[in-house]
C-alpha cells in the first residue's frame, strides 16, 4: 500500500458500512413536520430500528461505523454502549442534525466538540470520524473540515462528489483522499463516472431508490477498478412502520418509498465484499495510524 489511498494492482481495496443514527423525525425531508422544538413528542423508534440493523450485522459478520447524534445519544446512552460493545466503531453526526449550511463556523466548532465528547464519554473509544448531517459539506462549508481537525477528529465522510440541489460537490474527488492541510482524511460517499458526470453508486435513500441490480453492479465496478467503497443507511429506513405524515409527492418517494425492502437490499450489497469500519478502511489504505 502506498498511503495514497490507491491500492496496488493486486489488491481489492477496502470496503465500509456506515449508518447515520438517527430517527424518522430528525430527517430533513420532515422539517416541516417535526420542527425541533416538537422532537420530544414524537414516538421515538431509534433504539428498535438500530437494534434491528446491530443484528443484520452480525448476522453478516459485520462491524462496522455508527455515526451517532449526539442529541440521540444523550437520550440511549445505553444504545451507545451496545454499538460499541458489539465491536462497531462510534463516530459523530453532529449533535441535533442541523444542516452546515445553516451553521456559523463558530457554532458549528461546538457541535462537533460536544457531540464528540458525548460519544467518547459513552462509548469509551476515541471518536475520530465525523458525517455532516445530509452530508452538508458543500463547495461553501469547506470551512468546516479545518475546524474538524482542530477538534480532534481524524477522517470525514461527508463529501458527496455529485451534484444535488442541498449536497454535492461535483469535482470532488471520488477516492479517501487527504485534505484541510493534509490534517483530515475524508471518505467520499460512493459515485459512478459517466462521461463528465458522476452518478450515486448507491447509500443512504439511494439504497432504496436506486434499482437494485444497478448499485451491485456499481459497487463491483468500483471495487474492481480499485476505488475503496463505504456504504450507508439510517436505521429508520429499515423501519416500514414508522408514522406517516402528509408530505409532497416527491418526499412521499424519496422517504418512505421502499422501506420495506430495505433490510434486504442491505444484506444484498454487505454480500458482494468484506466490509468493516470506516477508520478500519482508512487505515488498511494507508491513510490513518
Not at 220 to 233: F, K, Q, S, W, Y
Request: hydrophobic share 40%; charged share 25%; aromatic share 10%.
Amino acid at each position: 500500500m502506498n498511503g495514497t489511498g490507491r491500492p496496488g494492482p493486486a489488491n481489492r481495496p477496502p470496503a465500509a458500512f456506515s449508518a447515520d443514527v438517527e430517527d424518522y423525525f430528525q430527517a430533513e425531508a420532515l422539517r416541516e413536520h417535526c420542527p425541533r422544538a416538537r422532537w420530544e413528542r414524537f414516538e421515538d423508534r431509534t433504539e428498535a430500528n438500530t437494534d434491528r440493523l446491530l443484528s443484520l450485522l452480525e448476522d453478516a459478520g459485520v462491524q462496522g461505523t455508527f455515526f451517532v447524534l449526539g442529541w440521540t445519544a444523550q437520550r440511549h446512552p445505553g444504545l451507545v454502549r451496545r454499538i460499541a460493545a458489539a465491536g462497531h466503531e462510534i463516530a459523530s453526526h453532529g449533535y441535533d442534525h442541523e444542516l452546515l449550511t445553516r451553521l456559523t463556523e463558530d457554532a458549528f466548532r461546538e457541535d462537533v466538540r460536544r457531540s464528540r465528547g458525548i460519544l467518547q464519554d459513552l462509548s469509551g473509544q476515541p471518536v475520530i470520524g465525523y458525517r455532516a448531517p445530509s452530508y452538508t459539506i458543500v463547495a461553501s462549508t469547506t470551512w468546516a473540515l479545518p475546524v474538524l481537525a482542530d477538534v480532534g477528529y481524524a477522517y470525514d465522510s461527508s463529501v458527496f462528489p455529485i451534484k444535488r440541489r442541498r449536497y454535492g460537490i461535483p469535482d470532488a474527488p471520488r477516492r479517501p483522499h487527504r485534505t484541510a492541510e493534509g490534517r483530515l482524511v475524508e471518505f467520499p460517499l460512493p459515485t459512478v463516472r459517466f462521461g463528465p458526470v458522476n452518478l450515486p453508486a448507491t447509500g443512504g435513500a439511494y439504497t432504496r431508490l436506486l434499482p437494485l441490480g444497478f448499485q451491485r453492479w456499481a459497487v463491483r465496478r468500483l471495487l474492481h477498478g480499485g476505488i475503496p467503497v463505504v456504504l450507508n443507511v439510517h436505521p429508520w429506513e429499515l423501519d416500514p412502520g414508522q408514522p406517516r405524515f402528509p408530505v409532497s409527492v416527491r418526499t412521499r418517494w424519496t422517504h418512505y418509498h421502499n422501506l420495506d425492502r430495505t433490510e434486504h437490499r442491505v444484506r444484498a450489497l454487505l454480500a458482494l465484499a468484506p466490509f468493516q469500519s470506516v477508520a478500519g478502511a482508512l487505515r488498511e489504505l494507508g491513510l490513518l495510524s
